[in-house]
């Protein structure tokens, strides 16, 4: 397993209701959730603006294809030049996991 994380904060003017970034996040995620080897993406917002996106493949070579998908790397773009005041993206392999769910 592969695990994103995703850091950003957006421009002012993206960050109301009907601003162009909402239709493409959301497309962007139905697109992800298309891909070979998604495995899931939850996405949090702090009080500070910050937003996070966690995002899992099975492996780097799927998170590689969702990288340089087309309809992606023009989100990308897009990204820097409208949307993005600033972000960080982490890529990781889990080096330890433990689980836990009680039971109903």
């Not at 966690?54 to 070579?61: G, I, P, R, Y």
């Not at 087309?70 to 409208?82: N, V, Y």
């Given at each position: 397993m592969v695990v994103g994380i995703f850091r950003s904060r957006l421009r002012p003017e993206q960050e109301h209701a009907g601003a162009a970034y909402g239709p493409v996040a959301e497309r962007m995620e139905a697109l992800a959730r298309s891909m070979p080897g998604f495995r899931s993406v939850k996405t949090f917002g702090a009080g500070d603006g910050e937003r996070v996106t966690?995002?899992?493949?099975?492996?780097?070579?799927h998170l590689d294809v969702w990288r340089d998908e087309?309809?992606?790397?023009?989100?990308?773009?897009?990204?820097?030049?409208?949307f993005y005041a600033s972000y960080d993206l982490y890529v990781c392999e889990p080096i330890r996991e433990a689980h836990f769910r009680a039971e109903d």
């Open positions: 966690l995002f899992e493949f099975e492996t780097l070579a087309a309809e992606h790397l023009e989100a990308q773009r897009r990204g820097r030049d409208e």
